[in-house]
């Protein structure tokens, strides 16, 4: 080792010389464990409700949910937003939900026809 080189250093050091992380102050942990699908816009007033949901359960898997009930693989629901087949991969489950969010029914409209309804839509193309 010469005079100009120095050991490497710890990725906690380099974010603290960077003032990423303040010396001393825990680091924040930014985790995603929820993920929303939808074929309406995030805008639009009636996404919430025509949207399914990818959770991260408590051991590390995947499920699909819509809030009240999860899906099984054949995409049949079931109450309780647990209740659903668990995936160990994330792309698994988010395949099930894309697969399932077009067929979405409210008060008997689907979510296809929710957002053949929504105007923003057209406008902001």
Known sequence: MTDQTRPAMPMREIREELGHVKPGQPE??????RYTVSVLPAGDVNHRYFALFVEMTRRGTWVVTDGHGGYDRDGN??????SGAEYAYVDEALALARHLAPRVTVNGHTAIEARRRCPEEEAAS
Do not use: E, H, K, N
């Open 77 to 82: 629901w079931s109450a309780g937003s647990w």
């Open 28 to 33: 924040v942990i930014v985790s995603i464990t």
